[in-house]
């Protein structure tokens, strides 16, 4: 699965031609011309001039009105690419919830909660900047490495259960030291999501956000540090990933493989 942004424009111009195409004044000016055409008897060629008027008042129509129709349909992407994304994060929990992973399942639903209110404060106009896309992004980032995280943990109590009847505690003392670093980077991030969403959410000065592509202002210093907190978060996760071998991630899809792998499958109690 990837990542809401960038979007496919190939996707955005045929569901817009989609949506012109059905909308009611394209359909009712179609019929119009027909009607009109069987009413004075015009024939084909009648049909034809009639159909060139319809036209080009289209054209001119959509040409005043197609921005409306574009910013809908980007916005509808987006909701649909959101909320494929939860259903995935949904599963992970339901499949932690059946192993009795209670503990794994509350704190990840925790992140899907957030993520879903940043999302919503983000896109609740259909004004879509580079701000807004980069953000989105980000935190969609965050919650995949979080994901990966989790597997970790899973995978570290794992070994933890099988080292404490080994009389090894050397190992004992490293899986506890790994574990304690993963428990913390989970911590870290959840903060960051959570600032994120409290600054997007009782900000003053929501310009940059809002109205970046009418005004062509500079970004805010407050989504400044929004972006940097959540850039700095995502580069010591892939660094922690690295370091502690954590589920590498696809070539093609960047952080986003998570989302069609299960969590280990460990034996319930």
């Known amino acids: 699965m990837a990542p809401t942004f960038p979007l496919e424009d190939a996707e955005i111009k045929r569901r817009v031609m989609?949506?012109?195409?059905?909308?009611p004044l394209t359909v009712g000016v179609g019929l119009g011309c027909v009607a009109l055409a069987?009413?004075?008897r015009g024939g084909i060629f009648g049909f034809l001039a009639l159909a060139a008027i319809g036209v080009a008042g289209l054209a001119a129509w959509w040409k005043n009105h197609g921005a409306r129709l574009e910013a809908k349909v980007i916005q509808a992407m987006i909701l649909e690419s959101n909320e494929a994304q939860d259903r995935k994060l949904a599963g992970i929990v339901a499949r932690y919830r059946r192993l009795r992973l209670y503990h794994y399942a509350s704190a990840l639903g925790k992140f899907i909660l957030l993520k879903k209110q940043i999302e919503k404060e983000l896109h609740k106009d259909e004004i879509l900047t580079e701000d807004k896309k980069q953000i989105d992004s980000l935190v969609d980032q965050i919650c995949a490495a979080v994901c990966r995280q989790f597997a970790k943990l899973s995978e570290l109590d794992r070994a933890t259960a099988a080292t404490l009847t080994s009389g090894d505690s050397t190992q004992l003392k490293t899986l506890e030291k790994t574990r304690t670093e993963v428990l913390e980077r989970i911590m870290h991030a959840y903060n960051t999501v959570?600032?994120?969403y409290q600054h997007l959410s009782h900000?003053?000065?929501?310009?940059?956000?809002?109205?970046?592509q009418a005004t062509n202002t500079t970004t805010s210093a407050d989504v400044d540090k929004i972006i940097s907190q959540l850039e700095d978060e995502?580069?010591?996760?892939r660094a922690v990933?690295?370091?502690?071998?954590?589920?590498?991630?696809?070539?093609?899809?960047a952080d986003f493989g998570i989302f069609e792998e299960p969590p280990p499958q460990l034996?319930?109690?």
Do not use: M, Q, V
Request: charged letters at 25%; proline letters at 14%; a negative charge.
């Open 18 to 23: 989609t949506a012109r195409l059905l909308h």
């Open 38 to 40: 069987l009413f004075l």
């Open 194 to 196: 959570h600032e994120t």
């Open 203 to 212: 900000t003053s000065t929501p310009p940059p956000l809002a109205h970046a």
């Open 234 to 237: 995502n580069r010591i996760n």
């Open 241 to 253: 990933r690295e370091r502690l071998k954590i589920l590498p991630p696809l070539p093609e899809d």
């Open 267 to 269: 034996e319930s109690e």
